[in-house]
């Protein structure tokens, strides 16, 4: 039963638009996200994360939007470029425990230039 | 730095052989992972280190499944025998304490079970 869900696979956007990537999760206990991107043949790079306490946390042309009361966060990318193109990772943890993150499966995202 | 190193990066064996995967964590890290990704289950942590002892190992599919740490510079993952099932990509990680959030990854060791 997955904890962390992203129900888009896929998502193709036009360059210097915006990318929405969606994430959901379930367990309730968890209370710090996290978003990893990762590059063909290459492991996941932390890109930006949130903590419960916060409902949007900015890095750039990257934003992260949580929304606790629907168990669902949102990473925000604008303008998109082509070397966005990546898959994205959602990913949750317990606050007082970092060790065990759990992933989504990911989000393909295409930037189309 | 050279970050989170693992080989091989590609493995092709045979059904029932032994695997050893290898990583060698950033220096200075405590912690040091391994997790699996395929495409049903995704990724999925296998089991972590915190200053080369052996925390939480749920995750360890079967017996077959076996890691180490012998040193704060070295990590295997062994499979033996192995299966078609264990295709994956396996990637290690490493991250620096408990009070920090960030995991790094390195590139993932392909391995194929024929």
């Known amino acids: 039963d997955q904890q962390v869900k992203q129900n888009s696979p896929s998502l193709s956007v036009q360059e210097g638009r915006i990318s929405i990537l969606n994430c959901d999760y379930t367990?309730?206990?968890?209370?710090?996200f996290l978003w990893y991107k990762k590059y063909p043949a290459e492991g996941p790079t932390f890109l930006i994360s949130?903590?419960?306490?916060?409902d949007k946390n900015e890095d750039g042309r990257f934003t992260v939007f949580l929304n606790k009361s629907a168990k669902h966060l949102s990473l925000h990318i604008v303008p998109s470029q082509p070397g966005d193109s990546a898959v994205y990772f959602c990913?949750?943890?317990?606050?007082?425990?970092?060790?065990?993150?759990?992933f989504g499966p990911g989000t393909s995202l295409s930037v189309i230039p | 730095d050279a970050g989170v190193i693992q080989s091989p990066r590609h493995e092709v064996t045979e059904m029932g052989q032994e695997v050893t995967l290898r990583c060698k964590p950033i220096?200075?890290?405590?912690?040091l992972f391994w997790y699996r990704q395929t495409m049903m289950r995704g990724l999925e942590l296998l089991i972590y280190?915190?200053?080369?002892?052996?925390?939480?190992d749920s995750g360890m599919p079967e017996d077959r499944f076996s890691a180490k740490m012998p040193n704060a510079s070295f990590s295997t993952l062994k499979i033996q025998p192995s299966e078609p099932r264990d295709s994956a990509v396996y990637f290690c990680?490493?991250?620096?304490?408990?009070?920090?959030?960030?995991?790094?990854f390195g590139p993932g060791t392909r391995l194929l079970v024929l």
């Open positions: 367990n309730s206990m968890f209370d710090y």
């Open positions: 220096s200075g890290h405590d912690y």
């Open positions: 280190f915190n200053n080369n002892v052996p925390i939480d």
């Open positions: 990913a949750a943890s317990e606050e007082t425990s970092y060790d065990k993150v759990i």
């Open positions: 990680a490493s991250r620096r304490d408990r009070n920090t959030e960030t995991q790094y």
């Open positions: 949130i903590s419960s306490i916060k």
